[in-house]
């Protein structure tokens, strides 16, 4: 079981998220767990403020570094390992891909800690082991990060996704995006699904999401193209569709 202990001022923001679908199924199968932890629990001073003004004036309030500390201090008592990986939430931070969200799931224990207001006392930065960004723009909060790394990173843990649901085949896994996928009607306000997929042929149907695979990754997504590992026949598949790559 992985368990994601998450230090946020909002618990109340991850209710819904965790209580529907494929996460909520997946914490009550036991694969993962998810501990909310109050930050504001770990104030100390009688209004349990978990912000002030910043040194050297300018606008906003920053997240006070004592509550943070204690917070993990708690976590770090409570649980097995005190070498568990601490991630900071902020825009600064490396940005959030398949990839990183694969090496996660392999952790037993996360704490993922969420900033609010200006961000937190840069001392917070002492404790992580890991700073990471969704994508470069700014979000009030560190809650919606914090949920989509759970959520991308729990689809990689043996068990959360059923079998019709697999990994295996999604953008990214391999390098490329995804190709197109059609349910029925096999006509619908005109159009009609590419005759291939409904030949039953395998072998024509695998090369038709190849090609497609490629061609999408190569509209869409050329950095990714040129990054990924091609076989000879996707090289051949490329000529087809007169992409040069050099
Ligand atoms: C308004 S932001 C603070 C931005 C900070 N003053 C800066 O300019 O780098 C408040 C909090 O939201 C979270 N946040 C905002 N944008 C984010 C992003 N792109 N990725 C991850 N966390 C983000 C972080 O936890 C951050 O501490």
Same mark, same amino acid.
């Given at each position: ?5 998450? !230090?946020?001022? +909002?618990?109340?923001?991850? #209710? ?19 501990? !909310? ?5 770990? $104030?100390?001073?009688?209004?349990? /403020?978990?912000? =002030?003004? %910043? ?21 770090? &008592?409570?649980?097995?390992? &005190?070498? /568990?990986?601490?991630?900071?939430? &902020? %825009?600064?931070?490396?940005? +959030?891909?398949? #990839? ?22 840069? @001392? ?15 979000? *009030? ?6 949920? $989509? ?6 689809? +990689? ?6 079998? =019709? ?14 190709? %197109?996928?059609? *349910?029925? %009607? ?8 590419? #005759? ?6 395998? @072998?024509?149907? $695998?090369? +038709? ?5 490629? @061609? ?11 990054? $990924?590992?091609?076989?000879?026949? =996707?090289? /051949?598949? !490329? ?8």
């Amino acid at each position: 079981m992985l368990k994601f202990f998450v !230090l946020t001022i +909002f618990p109340e923001f991850f #209710e819904s998220p965790l209580h529907v679908s494929i996460l909520k199924r997946a914490i009550e199968k036991g694969l993962i767990g998810v501990e !909310l932890i109050n930050i504001r629990d770990f $104030a100390r001073d009688k209004h349990r /403020k978990v912000d =002030d003004y %910043p040194y050297g004036g300018g606008a906003g309030m920053v997240m006070k570094p004592e509550p943070i500390f204690e917070a993990v201090d708690y976590v770090n &008592s409570v649980t097995k390992s &005190s070498k /568990k990986r601490i991630i900071l939430l &902020s %825009p600064q931070g490396k940005i +959030f891909n398949n #990839e990183i969200a694969k090496e996660l799931s392999k952790e037993d224990e996360l704490i993922i800690i969420c900033g609010h207001y200006e961000g937190v006392d840069e @001392r917070v930065k002492t404790l992580i082991t890991d700073e990471i960004s969704l994508g470069d723009f700014v979000l *009030t909060g560190g809650e919606i990060p914090a949920l $989509a790394i759970i959520d991308a990173v729990s689809r +990689f843990i043996p068990g959360v996704l059923g079998s =019709d649901e697999s990994a295996i085949n999604e953008s990214f896994t391999d390098g490329l995006l995804e190709y %197109p996928q059609y *349910t029925r %009607p096999e006509e619908y306000r005109g159009l009609r699904v590419p #005759e291939v997929l409904l030949s039953g042929n395998h @072998r024509e149907i $695998a090369l +038709f999401r190849r090609r497609e695979s490629l @061609r999408l990754t190569y509209e869409k997504r050329p950095d990714l193209l040129k990054k $990924a590992k091609l076989t000879e026949e =996707d090289k /051949k598949l !490329l000529k087809e569709l007169n992409i040069n790559l050099e």
